[in-house]
């Protein structure tokens, strides 16, 4: 089955500074691959996803790039700000259906 | 309603008692999944739903374990005999179709057995 590795586990910020996430997965036939923030005690919160037809993707200051031949992904938040303190967890699936997520990435950003 | 809407929020349970989790899915959503999530952990896939079938329930962790999804909708997640170590959150999500990515989750039910 699909395993997903994450790293790093904590990671630590300047406010403005540019914060990366990377993820590898097992199984080649995975295409879709989502990233979700969760505040503490709240829902995890789609906040970007990227398929396996497209290597990169941007919605302002988030991207993720995704390299097939590798089978890794990575995370990039840009200008960070206090507000993207949070743990952000990748995932891999086939075709959207039941997600394998990594164990988090616990991501402070310190004023 | 807006969104996933689970209940209870909160549930403590006495080692041994069963307990019902329910879902209220975004109305029209034809795909209803559940996780548990451990803490300090990333969701695991318990069992997946398309309207009232359930197609995958390869992640429950025991027997104890049933969820059932009768009219298409809600969806109950029962444990029967709770232990210790089924104390976590436990998540819903929904998503439009089988193939629509990005579902969105619900608030969670955090249960602790006692």
């Known amino acids: 089955g699909e395993n997903v590795e994450q790293h790093p586990s904590t990671l630590s910020v300047q406010e403005g500074d540019s914060a990366v996430i990377k993820c590898t997965y097992s199984?080649?036939?995975?295409?879709?691959f989502p990233w979700y923030k969760q505040e503490l005690g709240k829902r995890p919160q789609l906040i970007i996803d990227?398929?396996?037809?497209?290597g990169e993707k941007k919605d302002q200051r988030i991207a993720v790039t995704l390299n097939k031949t590798a089978k890794h992904f990575s995370l990039h938040i840009t200008e960070t700000q206090p507000e993207d303190s949070a743990v952000y967890f990748c995932?891999?699936?086939?075709?959207?259906?039941?997600?394998?997520f990594g164990p988090g990435t616990r991501l402070s950003v310190l004023p | 309603g807006a969104g996933v809407s689970q209940s209870p929020r909160y549930k403590v349970a006495k080692r041994g008692q069963d307990v019902a989790l329910r879902c209220d899915p975004i109305?029209?959503?034809?795909?209803l999944f559940w996780y548990q999530q451990a803490l300090g952990q990333g969701p695991e896939f318990l069992t997946y739903?398309?309207?009232?079938?359930?197609?995958?329930k390869s992640g429950l962790p025991s027997d104890r374990f049933f969820a059932e999804r009768p009219e298409g909708s809600v969806s109950t997640l029962k444990i029967q005999r709770t232990q210790q170590e089924d104390s976590a959150v436990y998540l819903c999500?929904?998503?439009?179709?089988?193939?629509?990515?990005?579902?969105?989750f619900g608030s969670g039910t955090r249960l602790t057995v006692v």
């Open positions: 999500a929904s998503s439009l179709s089988r193939d629509r990515a990005g579902y969105t």
């Open positions: 199984d080649s036939a995975s295409n879709y």
């Open positions: 990227i398929r396996s037809n497209v």
């Open positions: 995932a891999a699936s086939l075709n959207g259906q039941n997600f394998v």
């Open positions: 109305s029209g959503h034809v795909s």
């Open positions: 739903f398309q309207n009232e079938a359930q197609l995958d």
